[in-house]
């Protein structure tokens, strides 16, 4: 069964400075999709990346990259230059091919201070 | 474009009541999702369906129960609903490729008493 892990406990980032949301997986299937949301307090899911288990980049969004690292199980979120709105719940997800299911970690508190 | 819709927004409801939380999405998606969202736990998926007539058991599917009559709805049911159902549900939807993110209705805040 496929398991998506993000053990950070909530962290504070100083305005316009980086920070890295850290998530590992775990999955038989040679074909999956990574994917990275964003939850403000307001509730809504927003999509802010994705990464395909054959992709040979990193993926990049704006200011999100993705740091894919595919022998680790790794698929770490790189927010640059930190503003007030990044403060939120972030959720890493992956989607396997053979199934189809869509599971989610348990999420990275982030709040931005000035 | 409405995206994914979710009715109710709120609800409260008596232990051992029945409910029906509706999905409805207007993309023409096949996939489709239910999950639960509790502090700490994140997302968990209860059901879902990789289309019209199917339907498939997620992480937690114990005490509901799901329909995909129709293509562009899915359907959640609590036959007998119990506190440890108090939860906000999101329902969610995507295309039939892997590489493609999934939209998300905007919650529904369930609370049992």
């Known amino acids: 069964a496929q398991k998506i892990t993000q053990t950070q406990p909530g962290m504070f980032v100083q305005e316009k400075e980086a920070v890295t949301l850290d998530c590992t997986y775990d999955?038989?299937?040679?074909?999956?999709?990574l994917f990275w949301y964003k939850q403000p307090s307001s509730g809504e899911m927003i999509f802010l990346i994705y990464?395909?288990?054959?992709?040979?980049q990193n993926a990049t969004e704006g200011r999100y990259s993705l740091n894919f690292q595919k022998a680790r199980k790794s698929a770490n979120l790189v927010i640059s230059a930190s503003q007030l709105g990044d403060s939120a719940m972030y959720f890493c997800?992956?989607?396997?091919?053979?199934?189809?299911?869509?599971?989610f970690g348990k999420g990275n508190q982030v709040v931005v201070i000035p | 474009n409405a995206g994914v819709t979710q009715t109710p927004k709120f609800r409260v409801l008596k232990t051992g009541q029945s409910m029906t939380l509706l999905c409805a999405q207007d993309m023409n998606h096949e996939y489709m999702y239910w999950y639960r969202q509790d502090p700490g736990m994140g997302l968990r998926l209860i059901h879902y369906s990789v289309g019209e007539g199917t339907t498939a058991k997620g992480e937690v599917p114990d005490g509901y129960n799901v329909s995909r009559l129709k293509k562009q709805n899915f359907l959640l049911g609590l036959e007998s609903a119990a506190p440890s159902q108090t939860s906000v549900y999101f329902c969610?939807?995507?295309?039939?490729?892997?590489?493609?993110?999934?939209?998300f209705g905007q919650g529904t805040r369930l609370t049992v008493v």
């Open positions: 997800a992956m989607r396997e091919y053979g199934n189809n299911r869509l599971a």
């Open positions: 969610a939807s995507t295309r039939d490729r892997v590489n493609t993110e999934a939209f």
């Open positions: 999955t038989s299937d040679p074909s999956y999709g």
């Open positions: 990464q395909g288990s054959y992709d040979q």
